[in-house]
């Protein structure tokens, strides 16, 4: 090599890093964050192939409180597509069209609020995600077509067929499901209209226009340790200053059940007579949840994009925090988290991977020894 290649191509290198640098970090950051936010996905079909977005894991906390846990939304993938997509929006159809009253419902004060999340929702997957969605305007209306799954909804320009349309629309784009939060006259927010496809023990129709105070009425600890907190926090919620924040649920699932009946819980997570489950038929249910305050109503939208990962697929990492925390619950807290159902198979499973891991390394000791 000759001395000046050895002096140019470093230069070559430099001045191209430093002219692609947006480019450059912006692929290094989908490399990082996996394949689920790729623009560069060349077909609709190629959705099989996107990783969920990556769940909060179990943090193993020693001594329970109730958390607010809230960080700064990772506002590029405020929604997010995975290979789950085809076989959830087939759920939210069927749910749709099946349990339309338990899991839809706006209130009339909603409407303008609805509509203008369907808009930030068609704005933002179009953007983000434009071999899926495309916006075009035909007869002076803007219409979003979903390229994986052929619907197309009028997103401004049309003559309102419903108070519900809008949301409709906006649930039937994305995996996550989606609440408006509005505030009443004492300062408090409230649930203004809801589309919550997949519930963990409630239904919107029982629950539409409670306060958030009142829809955690029945979560242990959570008035006396966040109640205030959580009001102040939504209260001062920006259109620049989204959050997120994770939650996770453990949920039996019965024999044979689809994965309609997996995601679609209004009553409870686990029912008492599956007492004995394997572990694969325990799931780690895990939420993470959004909330954006819109810039020209000032309503606050709430998103929750559910996933589900079995037992026997949990990391041993996260096994282990996981019987970490379910040991520092209190009674009343196991019992409202189902821990008498699922509680004991759980420690079983985690003490037989224990016991493995201990067998392996032993082995692998061994091996080196010999
Ligand atoms: C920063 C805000 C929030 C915090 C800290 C929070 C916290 C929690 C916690 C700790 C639970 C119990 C989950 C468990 O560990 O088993 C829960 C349940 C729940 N949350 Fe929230 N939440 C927040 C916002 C919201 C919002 C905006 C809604 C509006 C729909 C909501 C609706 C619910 C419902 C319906 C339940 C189930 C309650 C039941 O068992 O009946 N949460 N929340």
Redesign the pocket.
Known sequence: MTTFSLVAIPIFVFLFAVRHQRQLLQWLSQKLKGKHCSKDVANPSDVKRMAPYPAQPIKGRERYR?????RKLDAQNWLTLDKNYMDEHRVRTQLLHEKREEVLRCLPESIEPCQEALEEVSDFLCERFPNMFEMSIQDGRKIVTNRMTGDKFTISGRDSKGITEALEAAVRLTMEDL?I?MMNEEGE?Y?AA?A?LF????TVNQ?IGWT?SQ?????PL?HQQ?GNS?SK??ARLTPTSPME?S?Y?VEVKGPNESLTEILYRPNSLCEKELSSPLPSDILIRRER?T?RRLPRTGAIV?GVKTYLTPLDELPMAELDNLAKEMRSWPDYVGE??GRDVWGAKVLEYYRQRVGEEKTGNEDKDGSIDV
Do not use: A, E
């Open positions: 109730v958390m607010m846990d809230i609440s939060l927010f649930l809801s919550s519930p963990t023990g409630w629950r958030i829809l955690h009425g029945p979560v959570w966040v959580v926090f939504l924040r939650n649920f949840q909330f709430f409202y988290k």
